[in-house]
């Protein structure tokens, strides 16, 4: 293909993708009340475990509406996922080696369930970060959330979790690029833990540490899930080339 049949190309995915994002905002719009009833929830249970008045605040005039329309938009970028998805594919993959076209594949069926597990991971212990951070106020006040702070506090946690259960995808992707070795991997394991539960416990303060041992546990799993998947990498690699000074030497 030409230059210009790649741009072509380029803008019938880009059209494509836009349509199914548009889609996916028009059913997010309709999703949006259900999807911010279980979002609250969390503010419900400081009512009960606190003993306190706990209520959303909307500041503004038009904050209710531009929390709803945010809310359809990240309700429709999940909904059209598989449509954009498969437009940046079908537009990246004619143009990608054999080899190239096996990682990227196994890359993304693995990175994908792994982020939307960590997603569900950063949900579950979600109502145990809210309770501990209000906590701080004195018994006897109220609290008060806006409710724009609240779905970006929401949302970054979830999303900061669903990364980290990615990271291992990463870690692979780099020592099947040459880059790491899988003894260098484990020989960074106590580091690496360290750094896991560092992480799990700031994203989650929970004073019972439960819920950073929720996520911590399956973490370091894959961790070592990454290190394995390394190992027999690297001793196939070592077997190819072993093989290839014997040919040699023949």
């Known amino acids: 293909m030409s230059l210009g049949q790649h741009l ?7 059209y494509l993708a836009a349509a199914g994002l548009l889609v996916g905002a028009i059913a997010g719009w309709f999703l949006s009340d259900f999807v911010w009833d279980q979002l609250r929830e969390p503010i419900y249970a400081i009512i009960n475990a606190q003993h306190r008045n706990a209520q959303i605040n909307y500041p503004d005039i038009t904050s209710a509406f531009d929390l709803k329309l945010k809310i359809s938009l990240y309700v429709g970028l999940i909904v059209s996922s598989p449509v954009w998805l498969y437009q940046v ?9 054999r080899t190239e076209k096996k990682y990227t594949f196994g890359f993304i069926f693995t990175a994908i369930p792994l982020f939307l597990a960590g997603c569900a991971a950063g949900w579950i212990v979600l109502p145990h970060v809210v309770e501990l951070m209000t906590s701080f106020a004195p018994t006897e006040d109220s609290a008060f959330i806006n409710a724009q702070g609240y779905f970006d506090f929401v949302l970054k946690l979830v999303v900061a979790i669903g990364i980290a259960f990615v990271l291992p995808v990463f870690i692979v992707l780099l020592n099947f690029a040459g880059v790491i070795s899988a003894a260098s991997i484990i020989k960074s394991w106590r580091i690496a833990i360290l750094v896991i539960v560092l992480f799990t416990a700031i994203a989650t303060p929970a004073a019972d540490v439960v819920s950073m041992f929720l996520l911590a546990i399956p973490m370091v799993m894959l961790y070592f899930a990454a290190y394995g998947i390394a190992w027999l990498h690297d001793r196939r690699a070592a077997k190819k080339v072993l093989a290839f000074e014997k040919e040699l030497a023949l």
């Open 8 to 14: 072509i190309e380029l803008r019938k995915r880009l």
């Open 89 to 97: 594919f079908a537009f990246l993959v004619p143009g990608l080696t």
